[in-house]
């Protein structure tokens, strides 16, 4: 087959969760566990960092990796979902999966595919653990794909695990309470490695430290030691290029003027996990410098191809994408929108059609022009559905069906002093060219 036809193949033989939503979701490990062994168990072959969490996990995920590639290690990058190309889910130092390596890699294992019956998402750890075995990768960091307990990444034992954040996100499948999602994400906590938590939440708290505390695991709330602060005199927009911060270590100067090449003030709450991991890191032997440190969190779109976390494609009219897509990624998004200055703000959203929009369309500003629109993707909500939720919760704004359609008719409509919008689900920003240029 050629690369298409083994992705068309791999999308009609193993349900893809991202497109068809809970059909292609399958809980438990014992499909992976299955896969693994058949595959003499590669996940034991490479040392590896978890990652779980709400929102964040994806920035935390390519900021540890840009760094661990700074500092001179061969590193592997399990990421998901894509938003253009299949192969960016699986990387080493920046560079994606071949689509030749794919093909053989399928081809090779269809029988173990037709006996074993996994999911997508279960054929993808699978794919990414092998090929990381095989290119003898140094350290991978392993981004979990949803909750953590369950999830199919979740077959590694990990130097350091990091749980960046807990929210409200496929309450179906991980809970509906705060405590009991904080306990899915928990379940990547291993008897006697240390785990990282990024941001201390009082409702959520004690889940961690009970699962530390039960799998004798010393545990960190990274945000008790350290605080990260907008560098003086920067703007609180952020430049176009990189936002400036400074760090403080246990109340004290540790880190000035260090350049972050992610945008977003949402970042400075991913920081703190990232450091605390790689301080962990440093305590297990791995030679990170502070200069490598710089490095990897300046060049990280550069060095590990991120896209899609406050993106600008666009001066004169500003315009920014961002894959923020739950009620507290939303938040953080807009937070950060309400600070630009501009004379008036087009937004183009759309979202999938398996979660509760209502609560999503009450953030959105009701002073913005809208542009509702459904990515290329089974599991899309309408735009004219949305439209009209939008519309009852007194939202302006009109249908435009596909996504280049929409974000063409508010690049149209939009002056030079004018801000435009892209996001409300990842697949909205995943079919936006400009990422790709």
Known sequence: MTYQETLA????QLPMYQRVGAVGFKKGLGNTEALAAALGHPETKFQSVHVAGTNGKGSSSHLLAAVLQSAGYKVGLYTSPHLREFTERIRINGQELTPDYLVSWVENHRHLFDEIQPSFFEMCVALAFDYFAAEQVDVAVVEVGLGGRLDSTNIITPLVSLITNISYDHQAMLGDTLPEIAGEKAGIIKPGRPAVV?????????VFEQKAQQEGSPLLFADARYAVLAAAGESPAASLGVQLVDVLRDGQPYLQNVELGLLGDYQRLNLPGVLATLEELRVQGFDISEAALRQGLREVTRLTGLRGRWSILGEHPLVVADTGHNEAGLRLVLAQLA???????????GTVNDKDVTKVLALLPREATYYFCQADIPRALPAAELAALAQAAGLTGQAYGPV???????????GPDDVVFIGGSTFVVAEVAELYE
């Open 339 to 349: 600070r630009l200055v501009y004379r008036q703000l087009h937004m183009v959203i």
């Open 9 to 12: 193949w791999l999308y009609a």
């Open 198 to 206: 990024s941001q201390t939440q009082p409702e959520v708290k004690s």
């Open 404 to 414: 280049p359609a929409a974000v063409a008719a508010a690049r149209a409509a939009a």
